[in-house]
């Protein structure tokens, strides 16, 4: 099984930039993918970014579209979320997941290990 770990939550300012990692514990990435989801008080955990390991395709919701880019380093066993233009509403505990398989799925359930999470809060 593959553990994600994740790293690199914090406070920022609206309109600032935060970037998220996810390493792998255990095993190595090469046979999946890797998610992002995020979770708000009161709200769902609602789907961020996917990538499938092996091809490099990625998955965004529209919400992060265009300021939001997840990226993986082979080197490392690391994936990165680049987070841009933050917005009040980007506020969640954000989780790193991981499905085997490479399609960039978007349902929670479809995946398979989670980390512990991580906070990003953006201040208006």
């Known amino acids: 099984q593959v553990q994600p770990v994740e790293s690199g939550g914090g406070l920022v300012q609206a309109g600032g930039s935060l970037r998220l990692s996810c390493a792998a514990s255990?095993?190595?990435?090469?046979?999946?993918?890797v998610g992002w989801f995020r979770q708000a008080p009161g709200k769902e955990r609602e789907f961020v970014a996917a990538?499938?390991?092996?091809?490099?395709?990625?998955n965004y919701a529209e919400p992060v579209k265009g300021r939001f880019t997840i990226s993986r380093d082979n080197g490392k066993n690391t994936v990165y979320l680049q987070m841009n233009s933050l917005k009040p509403e980007d506020t969640a505990v954000y989780y790193c997941?991981?499905?085997?398989?490479?399609?960039?799925?978007?349902?929670?359930?479809?995946?398979?290990?989670w980390g512990q999470g991580t906070q990003v809060t953006v201040s208006s």
């Open positions: 255990g095993r190595t990435f090469s046979l999946y993918t």
């Open positions: 997941t991981t499905r085997r398989g490479v399609e960039c799925k978007t349902n929670p359930y479809e995946y398979d290990y």
């Open positions: 990538i499938s390991w092996r091809s490099g395709i990625t």
